[in-house]
């Protein structure tokens, strides 16, 4: 059965406020969920000229609109494959060249089956960047870099998200993941 777009929806919000905010993986999440300034789109397309297209259009809204902070993309199909998703984050970052984008706006990638080159697939690691579907987050380069400003040592905060999700332990993190799931 097909999850409906609310609950796909629903189950990234929880997430955004779970793990990313509630485990504080990304200290300037926060303020930009309690002023609800996240778009949250799901793509249901399957091709990979359609996704783009839907982030081309997405980029587009970004620049017109300072209202919306960041986006979430969520493709629930067609990249349910990490390889694949991994293929689409590529070409996502060369779309965001392509249309002149860059240095203003950067992706970052999430998925279920989220895995650092290198590291096994049960490293609780993964986990800070595993989400309920796959994502492509939109994000404005300006806003983190103000963000940054008030942080000491910022090149510090993916080892402590890692360390962090390895003392929570695999059992835990998978646990928090699938909490979220609405369906």
Request: charged share 25%; proline share 2%; glycine share 2%.
């Given at each position: 059965m097909r999850n409906s777009d609310e609950s796909i929806i629903e189950s990234c919000r929880l997430w955004v406020l779970k793990v990313i905010v509630g485990l504080n993986f990304c200290p300037f999440a926060k303020p930009v969920?309690?002023?609800?300034?996240?778009?949250?789109?799901?793509?249901?397309e399957r091709s990979l000229a359609h996704c783009l297209m839907a982030l081309s259009d997405?980029?587009?809204?970004?620049?017109?609109?300072?209202?919306?902070?960041?986006?979430l993309l969520i493709y629930p199909h067609g990249f349910e494959s990490f390889d694949d998703y991994l293929e689409l984050v590529e070409v996502a970052d060369a779309l965001l060249v392509d249309e002149g984008y860059e240095g203003t706006?950067?992706?970052a990638s999430f998925h279920p089956d989220y895995c650092f080159d290198g590291q096994q697939?049960?490293?609780?690691a993964n986990y800070t960047n595993r989400s309920p579907y796959p994502i492509?987050?939109?994000?404005?380069e300006a806003s983190i870099e103000k963000a940054l400003e008030s942080v000491a040592n910022p090149e510090k905060?993916?080892?402590r998200n890692i360390e962090f999700a390895r003392a929570k332990g695999?059992?835990?993190m998978q646990a928090l993941l699938k909490a979220c799931r609405t369906e």
């Open positions: 969920v309690e002023t609800n300034r996240v778009s949250y789109k799901v793509i249901n997405e980029l587009s809204a970004l620049s017109a609109d300072e209202g919306v902070e960041t986006s706006f950067q992706l697939d049960d490293d609780a492509l987050h939109i994000l404005r905060i993916p080892n695999l059992v835990q």
